[in-house]
Every structure is written in C-alpha cells, then in structure tokens.
C-alpha cells in the first residue's frame, strides 16, 4: 500500500505547523521549506483545516497553526481523512471470476484496518518529541539559514 503525494504533503505540513508550536505559519514559507508548490499546498491545507487539523485565518497577519493539541492527532485518522480510497483492491470494478467465494478481500480489508490501527497509536506529538526528528529539523533549520 502506498499512501498518495497528497497525504504525504498533509503529515509534512502537520509536522511543520506542529513543531513551531504556537506560532503562525505561512503557506509560502511552507511551500518554499518543502518545495511544494503553492496551489497544490492551498488544496492539503484547506482539506486539513476543513478535517480540524489546522486552523487558518486570512489576511495580512494571518497563517496557520494546528487546529488542535498535537497530542490529540493520530496519524491513522489524518491518512483516513486525506486519502480518497483505502481499498487495497478494487473488487467492485474489475472482473474476477473468483468475486463471489473470494476471501481476499476479507484479508486485504483486515490489513487495511490494521495498518489504520497501528498508525492511530503514533500521534503528532509523538513525532515531534523524537529526538532523532527533532536533531533532523535542527539541520534542516541551520541549512536554510545557511
């Protein structure tokens, strides 16, 4: 399973918002830290702050910061909240004699709802209290100074 670009750029700009606490943050600065492109960011930044994630106000001071306590984000709900489709397989669309006795799907959907699960044990917080993540931002940080 590969999750799309688009939840990825969502986690990314989770992490970033989450580890400048309760500073605001700009889709710019964002966009030039991860090298995204503003339009696509406006979509993952919008569909996060729609979700709760992120709260975001407009205008000349505004940003974005976490929409709720670091702490109190599971990853697996944010994945379940970007992805369009968490089908393994597409049973449904496909022609497969085997369709009617099938337990693939079974197997595939309970992999799914374990992937989820164990993703919901890890939250925002989690990640930002790493130490290894935390040394990394550091580098990347020291990096863009220059």
């Known amino acids: 399973m590969q999750l799309t670009r688009f939840t990825d750029y969502a986690l990314r700009v989770l992490m970033f918002v ?24 406006r979509k993952v930044i919008h569909k996060l702050a729609k979700a709760g994630y992120l ?4 205008g000349r001071s505004g940003g974005i910061a976490l929409g709720r306590d670091a702490t109190k984000i599971r990853l697996g709900e944010v994945i379940l909240a970007m992805e369009e489709d968490m ?3 597409d049973c449904e669309t496909l022609e497969c004699i085997l369709r009617p006795a099938c337990s693939l799907k079974t197997a595939l959907s309970r992999g799914s709802r374990a992937f989820i699960a164990t993703l919901n044990e890890v939250t925002l917080g989690d ?7 935390k040394r990394q931002f550091r580098r990347v940080d020291a990096a863009a100074r220059g």
């Open 18 to 41: 989450g580890r400048h606490g309760d500073r605001i943050c700009t889709m710019r600065e964002i966009a030039e830290h991860h090298r995204i492109s503003l339009e696509h960011l």
């Open 127 to 133: 990640l930002l209290a790493n130490s290894r993540m």
């Open 55 to 58: 709260s975001t106000t407009r």
């Open 87 to 89: 089908n393994i397989v």
